[in-house]
């Protein structure tokens, strides 16, 4: 009888590229295609989010299209994958289910029930969400790495699989029920095109020059950066053939884009190795800090509307966009733990819900290091920004604060990141009237400062 595999997608929503699938592509004369629709992912769990429901279901209608093309199909079947799988391993006699592993608490709890619950039929998990093995590096006493220039030059060292095509033809079992994708819609007005074709089209574009300025220009809000996480996330291009393509291309820019694939990887680490960093903070000690309740100033830091140009840039485009520039993402978290004194976690879930590129593992790293309670050697006040440096420093021409705010548009370049130090004429002339046509300062950065820095002293070691 004819061999059958199923090849379980998750995030890894594509055909180039594709371990598992290449996999049971070669050993099984037949496979299945599936992804299942857990309840969980559209309609619930933790950080629920319809910008991401929707990149991920037009991203499965293009990936069915993709095999289609090929001769096969995508199965898509809804329920629980511990309930699925096993019966549409009954139903087809597939001797063995193929997938990617991850690292996510939810991740590992989910494929353990799987393991158990595939009695008799082989569970095969592969690389494919990373570059490399993110649970291979080890410190000189075997720990798990905390610091990431060490476990930069360790991930260097680190073997790397062969980066896959796809596969040509593909066989799938005759008479089994295609299944339906759902629509949702986005809450996002204007998010980037979802699906492999447009990830692999943007991977292109970059490498063929934006990345060659990339060492010097991805701090810059206005641009700068590849802007392909929300591919990277559901595995709509490959974080290994990005890697091995810019290395091939080479320069100063390809290799600092390497090195934020190695960040990428490094947070994944450290979530696969401290999952409690999901609920709690990796410097215990932090947990006891203090934080405000304040919902009025929640709201403001949500809504962009906290007087601080590009604290209130990164919100709106955050809600418009359904992304934030990385440097964005810092300026704003930083002004939400240190400057409103708000629980980290309102931030992390704010921004999973809108995120297209929403990943627990880099979400999660990113508020830990710039609440300055994760895993990184620098001091707490180190970390506590200001927002008008920031302002000045990476958007030295006002473009970004001005595409995002145009309520500012017409305020002169000297006093756009603290417009309220015009005068009443300046602010007429700009049209521009501080508490009428643009917010105050719903705080002073200065002062916070102080604050924050004496309630971080309070409970650090």
Request: hydrophobic share 40%; charged share 30%; proline share 7%.
């Amino acid at each position: 009888m004819p061999s059958t595999a199923i090849v379980w997608f998750r995030r890894d929503l594509r055909v180039h590229d594709h371990p598992a699938l290449t996999a049971a592509h070669r050993e099984a004369d037949r496979i299945v295609p599936v992804f299942v629709l857990d309840p969980r992912l559209l309609d619930g769990g933790r950080f629920p989010s319809a910008n991401r429901a929707w990149f991920l279901l037009e991203s499965l209608r293009e990936l069915r299209g993709a095999l289609r093309e090929r001769g096969g199909e995508l199965f898509v079947r809804a329920g629980r994958p511990e309930e699925v799988l096993p019966a549409l391993a009954a139903e087809t006699g597939a001797g063995a289910v193929h997938f990617a592993s991850d690292v996510s608490p939810f991740a590992m709890a989910r494929d353990r029930r799987i393991e158990a619950a595939l009695a008799g039929v082989e569970v095969r998990p592969h690389p494919g969400n990373f570059v490399a093995d993110v649970g291979a590096p080890r410190t000189s006493d075997g720990r798990p790495f905390s610091v990431f220039s060490p476990f930069w030059r360790r991930w260097e060292q680190l073997p790397r699989r062969v980066v896959h095509g796809a596969p040509r033809t593909l066989r799938v079992p005759s008479g089994l029920a295609a299944g339906s994708i759902p629509h949702v819609a986005p809450e996002a007005d204007d998010p980037c095109a979802p699906g492999e074709a447009a990830a692999r089209d943007r991977l292109r574009r970059w490498l063929e020059g934006p990345v060659d300025a990339y060492h010097e220009r991805h701090d810059r809000l206005a641009g700068g950066t590849s802007e392909l996480s929300p591919y990277l996330h559901f595995g709509c291009v490959s974080a290994r053939e990005a890697e091995d393509r810019a290395r091939r291309h080479g320069g100063r820019g390809a290799g600092a884009f390497v090195r934020q694939l190695a960040w990428r990887d490094f947070y994944a680490h450290v979530l696969l190795a401290h999952p409690g960093n999901a609920r709690h903070a990796h410097k215990p000690e932090y947990d006891a800090l203090t934080w405000s309740d304040d919902a009025e100033a929640f709201d403001a830091w949500r809504d962009g509307r906290t007087g601080y140009p590009v604290v209130d840039a990164g919100m709106r485009e955050l809600r418009r966009r359904g992304w934030m520039h990385n440097r964005a993402r810092l300026i704003t978290a930083s002004f939400l733990t240190k400057d409103l004194h708000l629980d980290w976690r309102l931030g992390e879930a704010h921004f999973m819900r809108h995120l297209l590129c929403g990943d627990e593992a880099q979400n999660n790293g990113n508020w830990q290091w710039i609440t300055s309670i994760g895993v990184d050697p620098q001091p707490y006040y180190r970390r506590m920004y200001n927002p008008m440096l920031q302002q000045r420093r990476h958007d030295p021409d006002g473009e970004y604060v001005r595409r995002w705010c145009p309520e500012l548009r017409d305020v002169p370049l000297q006093r756009l990141a603290e417009p309220w130090t015009m005068s009443g004429e300046e602010q007429e002339a700009a049209g521009c009237v501080i508490g009428r046509d643009y917010p105050a300062p719903i705080v002073d950065h200065k002062h916070e400062r102080e604050r924050a820095m004496e309630r971080y002293r309070a409970v650090a070691r």
